[in-house]
T-cell receptor
Framework: GEDVEQSLFLSVREGDSSVINCTYTDSSSTYLYWYKQEPGAGLQLLTYIFSNMDMKQDQRLTVLLNKKDKHLSLRIADTQTGDSAIYFCAESKGTGKLIFGQGTTLQVKP | SQTIHQWPATLVQPVGSPLSLECTVEGTSNPNLYWYRQAAGRGLQLLFYSVGIGQISSEVPQNLSASRPQDRQFILSSKKLLLSDSGFYLC??????????????FGQGTRLTVV
């Protein structure tokens, strides 16, 4: 099936690291994405990783990919209140179709 | 640069009324176009997917239909809305190139409430 699974909710304190996890099912997916959605808005691309990479770092964001287990994670260092949002992982199918997970709501407490 | 426009931003419609949501993309040609729905407290569900004019793939059976009358125009419609059609509808586009990054760019969404 075309399932992308995420935990639904994560709560952290400001300044801590956040780790959002995702599992996917299609081993042929070439790219995997993390999107951020702020309340009442569309989705914005945060970062992506090509399937032949294990890790990608972009400022406070670190993406880890375990292709064997089909597991993707997003780590946000020094989490700020402005990071509170819903985070979606997505996999790219061979035809360019994107399949999204259910989204993880990140709550950052001051 | 490419932009995506989606309207209206909010809509309140009675049960049984028709629906038409429009999405247009500027600054690119032959994009892949998508309609997603986000129900309250739920994730993104892909509704329709189009790789070209008149080519629509329906991902889930439902009360909605989609059309692509022009290359960069994607319309979501219903003849008779149901209460369960309420949600946040998102249009998106991407540019598919085999083996390359296919990130999607999203519109700002339409909040539909069926009453």
């Amino acid at each position: 099936g075309e399932d992308v699974e995420q935990s639904l909710f994560l709560s952290v304190r400001e300044g801590d690291s956040s780790v959002i996890n995702c599992t996917y099912t299609d081993s042929s997916s070439t790219y995997l994405y993390w999107y951020k959605q702020e309340p009442g808005a569309g989705l914005q691309l945060l970062t992506y990783i090509f399937s032949n990479m294990d890790m990608k770092q972009d400022q406070r964001l670190t993406v880890l990919l375990n292709k064997k287990d089909k597991h993707l994670s997003l780590r946000i260092a020094d989490t700020q209140t402005g990071d509170s949002a819903i985070y979606f992982c997505a996999e790219s199918k061979g035809t360019g179709k994107l399949i999204f997970g259910q989204g993880t709501t990140l709550q950052v407490k001051p | 640069s490419q932009t995506i426009h989606q309207w209206p931003a909010t809509l309140v419609q009675p049960v049984g009324s028709p629906l038409s949501l429009e999405c247009t993309v500027e600054g690119t040609s032959n994009p892949n176009l998508y309609w997603y729905r986000q129900a309250a407290g739920r994730g993104l569900q892909l509704l329709f997917y189009s790789v070209g004019i008149g080519q629509i793939s329906s991902e889930v059976p439902q009360n909605l239909s989609a059309s692509r009358p022009q290359d960069r125009q994607f319309i979501l419609s219903s003849k008779k809305l149901l209460l369960s059609d309420s949600g946040f509808y998102l249009c998106a586009w991407s540019k598919y190139t085999r083996g390359a990054n296919t990130e999607a760019f999203f519109g700002q969404g339409t909040r539909l409430t069926v009453v």
